[in-house]
């Protein structure tokens, strides 16, 4: 949608359908971005009211470009903003200003996590959040707003879903242009800008670490973070541009990552952690 000449895009959202929180991140970041090129974008809810309800309490309308048409209407009071903060299961979307640091979302996420979970997940949420929010601080380049939620669900296992998006240059683009100076031996490797080289830098930021546009000191925070989530076997999920990767862990170490190639083209970055938090 994003390359298509196309001037006008319409998004149908079906009958019965349910939208994880993963999928509502990465349509918000999707439809701003496409208003942000000067297309027109039209979402139709008409099917689906039970969709567009979730999608009001979780604040998605509040971030939505307001102009994004909804069919048949826009909610008339924000769900979010009515009952902000007395749900056990979801923290609506907060904004994330990728002029500023954004602590204050940071220290609600966390806390609301750990509410969710219990104490040993303190240090897992703040640093999740504390640094993929502030990546969006340090490295997007882009003027629109990314957001951050997170969704408690009750399934075959329990699990907090946590997203944090922007819609900057992506980690390859952000990476490529300092590898020659400051990481010859990965230069060589994906100095190309090719789908195939672009999943190959980014699966191995993700699990080697100690890779920083700048050479040492300020990374891109994801060292920690990926330490976090093999700690506790969580799955990552991380969608760039073209292409997702999935990161597995058990039993603190990485067991498989299934990449999907070929996607329709989102800007930026959109992590999402899933950890499981069954009492043990």
């Known amino acids: 949608m994003i390359d298509?000449?196309?001037?006008s895009v319409l998004v149908v959202i079906p009958n019965g359908c349910k939208i994880l929180l993963i999928v509502a991140a990465r349509l918000l970041a999707l439809l701003n971005q496409l208003i942000?090129?000067?297309?027109?974008?039209?979402?139709?809810l008409t099917?689906?009211?039970?969709?567009k309800l979730f999608l009001s309490r979780a604040?998605?309308?509040?971030h939505l470009d307001d102009q994004v048409q909804v069919v048949p209407d826009r909610p008339r009071f924000s769900g979010a903003a009515r009952y902000k903060g007395n749900s056990d299961a979801l923290v609506e979307f907060g904004a994330i200003d990728p002029n500023e640091e954004n602590k204050d979302l940071v220290v609600q996420l966390q806390q609301r996590f750990v509410?969710?979970?219990?104490?040993?997940y303190e240090i897992a949420a703040l640093t999740v959040f504390g640094e993929l929010i502030g990546n969006v601080f340090e490295h997007s380049e882009s003027p629109i707003f990314g957001f951050a939620s997170l969704q408690r669900y009750v399934g075959r296992r329990k699990h907090i879903q946590t997203v944090v998006s922007d819609s900057g240059l992506g980690i390859a683009r952000t990476l490529r242009p300092s590898l020659q100076k400051h990481h010859p031996k990965l230069y060589k490797r994906y100095k190309e800008e090719s789908l195939e080289s672009d999943?190959?830098?980014v699966q191995t930021a993700l699990t080697e670490g100690g890779i920083s546009r700048f050479g040492s000191g300020r990374g891109l925070g994801f060292e920690s973070s990926r330490k976090q989530a093999m700690k506790f076997d969580a799955e990552l999920t991380v969608r760039q541009e073209r292409f997702c990767?999935?990161?597995?862990?058990?039993?603190?170490?990485?067991v498989r990552v299934t990449p999907v190639l070929d996607l329709p083209r989102i800007?930026?970055?959109?992590?999402?952690?899933?950890f499981f938090v069954d009492p043990e």
């Open 199 to 201: 999943v190959g830098l």
């Open 47 to 51: 099917e689906c009211a039970s969709t």
């Open 59 to 62: 604040g998605f309308f509040d």
């Open 36 to 44: 942000y090129i000067g297309k027109k974008v039209t979402v139709d």
């Open 4 to 7: 298509s000449n196309c001037s």
């Open 115 to 120: 509410q969710q979970s219990d104490a040993r």
């Open 267 to 274: 800007l930026g970055s959109h992590f999402c952690f899933d």
């Open 245 to 254: 990767l999935n990161f597995e862990y058990k039993e603190g170490e990485l």
